[in-house]
């Protein structure tokens, strides 16, 4: 049964990956709802600027079997260096750490980006945000969402993209991974941290979501390595081999 489960996701992987590689097409569904993202096409850097919102590119290619999804908190003071800042600056606009190698996977797969956000939102300045964050984990909360998937079914794999808080997942990672079942879906973890790389959290991820496939070589990208890390996500990526699982 394991077997006939393992063939089974294997060979939604390989249409996954083959409707990727040769029938891509133009934005079929929408699920980020209020930040759709611009290309990064251009050279990022890390400098202090305002956060803006952005608009979706015309026209940009996805394919509809795969969604990124993350949580991403960009910090917008204090941190002005191109190491260790918490954000990325493409053509002005301010973005996460993690929220920048979400779009460098949508170039690459070709998927739809989804935000998680919250209805309470987190502070934007480094000391408030630790400070917030911990509150948070020591009260293990749970963040109500303001953002919600309403075509999981079209999906089977989900990238999913978090800094590492405290060693943990963010709390509102938690709310996401017992809102929605990810039953027969692959779940592919990506993160961005300040030195302590997944942590423990592809376990937990795997925990709250048994009956998902969950891989464990995910990606874990230094905040001081960010703005380099287009050639380590075409590299990962192509490594998952996931047109070869079958
Ligand atoms: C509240 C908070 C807690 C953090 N805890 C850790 C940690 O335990 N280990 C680590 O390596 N980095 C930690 N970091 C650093 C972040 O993981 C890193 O800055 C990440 O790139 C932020 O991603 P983002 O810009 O997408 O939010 C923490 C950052 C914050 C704001």
């Given at each position: 049964m394991?077997?006939?489960?393992?063939?089974?996701?294997?060979?939604l992987?390989v249409?996954?990956?083959?409707?990727c590689?040769?029938?891509?097409?133009?934005?079929?569904?929408?699920p980020?709802?209020?930040?759709?993202?611009?290309?990064?096409?251009?050279?990022?850097?890390?400098?202090?600027?305002?956060?803006?919102?952005?608009?979706?590119?015309?026209?940009?290619?996805?394919?509809?079997?795969?969604?990124?999804?993350?949580?991403?908190?960009?910090e917008?003071?204090?941190?002005d260096?191109?190491?260790?800042?918490?954000?990325?600056?493409?053509?002005?606009?301010?973005?996460?750490?993690?929220?920048?190698?979400?779009?460098?996977?949508?170039?690459?797969?070709?998927?739809?980006?989804?935000?998680?956000?919250?209805?309470?939102?987190?502070?934007?300045?480094?000391?408030?945000?630790?400070?917030?964050?911990?509150?948070?984990?020591?009260?293990?909360a749970?963040?109500?969402?303001?953002?919600?998937?309403?075509?999981?079914?079209?999906?089977?794999?989900?990238?999913?993209?978090?800094?590492?808080?405290?060693?943990?997942?963010?709390?509102?990672?938690?709310?996401?991974?017992?809102?929605?079942?990810?039953?027969?879906?692959?779940?592919?973890?990506?993160?961005?941290?300040?030195?302590?790389?997944?942590?423990?959290?592809?376990?937990?991820?795997?925990e709250?979501?048994?009956?998902?496939?969950?891989?464990?070589?995910?990606?874990?990208?230094?905040?001081?390595?960010?703005?380099?890390?287009?050639?380590?996500?075409?590299?990962?990526?192509?490594?998952?081999?996931?047109?070869?699982?079958?």
């Amino acid at each position: 049964m394991r077997k006939l489960a393992a063939i089974f996701l294997s060979s939604l992987l390989v249409l996954s990956l083959a409707a990727c590689g040769n029938s891509q097409q133009t934005g079929t569904t929408t699920p980020e709802p209020s930040t759709q993202t611009e290309n990064p096409s251009s050279s990022p850097t890390a400098e202090n600027s305002q956060t803006e919102e952005f608009t979706a590119t015309e026209g940009m290619e996805s394919n509809g079997n795969i969604l990124i999804v993350y949580f991403s908190v960009p910090e917008t003071d204090g941190l002005d260096t191109v190491a260790g800042a918490s954000r990325v600056v493409v053509d002005g606009e301010v973005l996460g750490n993690t929220q920048y190698l979400a779009q460098l996977i949508q170039q690459e797969t070709g998927g739809e980006l989804f935000r998680i956000e919250t209805v309470q939102e987190y502070p934007g300045t480094h000391d408030d945000l630790l400070d917030f964050a911990y509150n948070e984990l020591s009260e293990n909360a749970r963040p109500e969402l303001a953002t919600e998937i309403d075509n999981l079914d079209s999906y089977d794999v989900i990238f999913l993209g978090y800094p590492n808080w405290n060693a943990d997942l963010p709390m509102p990672l938690y709310t996401f991974l017992e809102t929605y079942n990810f039953s027969g879906k692959t779940i592919i973890p990506f993160t961005s941290h300040g030195g302590s790389g997944f942590s423990r959290t592809i376990q937990t991820i795997q925990e709250l979501q048994p009956q998902a496939t969950v891989i464990e070589d995910g990606l874990s990208i230094s905040r001081n390595n960010v703005t380099d890390a287009q050639s380590d996500v075409t590299e990962w990526i192509a490594g998952l081999n996931l047109g070869e699982s079958q």
